[in-house]
């Protein structure tokens, strides 16, 4: 489990760095759960709002947020989710936080925006805004980007 940054300018700052997601692959065919305290749904705009606790889930991946909106495809299935307020994301292995995040279940991208904090082991990258592809596990953090690395100590 590493973190691998590409195209960091200086010694800490940046405004762009790339990374490498640690963890198996994502399957974006595997079934999309949402758990919460309260549910909205709108079915003139094929959505439901989840409030409280609210927590979508598929595979190993969890989004939890204060909010959850998710969008439904015509046909079944889950086209986009948005969480907003203390959102966090997890793969099993990498943590991320945000104030925002929209996840689109057919790309399976999520952006991250807002107070970005992106946790891979004992290294911490920070920016305003993470993009994730799940499907091979890269992603960037954009703007104001800030990374600490713990070097390894040998025993």
Same mark, same amino acid.
């Given at each position: +489990?590493?973190?691998?940054?590409?195209?960091?300018?200086?010694?800490?700052?940046? @405004? $762009?760095?790339?990374?490498?997601?640690?963890? *198996?692959?994502? &399957?974006?065919? @595997?079934?999309?759960?949402?758990?919460? &305290?309260?549910?909205?749904? &709108?079915?003139?705009s094929s959505a439901a709002s989840f409030a409280g606790?609210?927590?979508?889930? @598929?595979? #190993? +991946?969890?989004?939890?947020? &204060?909010?959850?909106?998710?969008?439904?495809?015509?046909?079944?299935?889950?086209?986009?989710?948005?969480?907003?307020?203390?959102? $966090?994301? $997890?793969?099993?292995? #990498? *943590?991320?936080?945000? @104030?925002?995040?929209?996840?689109?279940? #057919? $790309?399976?991208?999520?952006? +991250?925006?807002?107070?970005?904090?992106?946790?891979?082991?004992?290294?911490?990258?920070?920016?305003?805004?993470?993009?994730?592809d799940l499907a091979t596990n890269t992603g960037s953090?954009?703007?104001?980007?800030? *990374?600490v690395f713990t070097p390894k100590t040998s025993k």
């Open positions: +489990m590493g973190l691998a940054l590409v195209g960091v300018v200086g010694t800490s700052w940046a @405004q $762009t760095a790339s990374i490498a997601l640690s963890g *198996t692959s994502h &399957d974006g065919a @595997q079934a999309v759960e949402v758990t919460a &305290d309260k549910l909205s749904i &709108d079915q003139a606790n609210a927590l979508v889930s @598929q595979g #190993e +991946m969890r989004l939890g947020a &204060d909010n959850i909106r998710v969008e439904y495809l015509a046909e079944g299935g889950v086209a986009k989710v948005e969480a907003t307020g203390n959102v $966090t994301f $997890t793969n099993g292995v #990498e *943590t991320a936080e945000a @104030q925002t995040a929209t996840y689109l279940i #057919e $790309t399976a991208s999520i952006a +991250m925006v807002g107070g970005v904090l992106l946790i891979q082991g004992p290294n911490a990258i920070s920016g305003d805004r993470l993009l994730l953090v954009e703007g104001n980007v800030k *990374t």
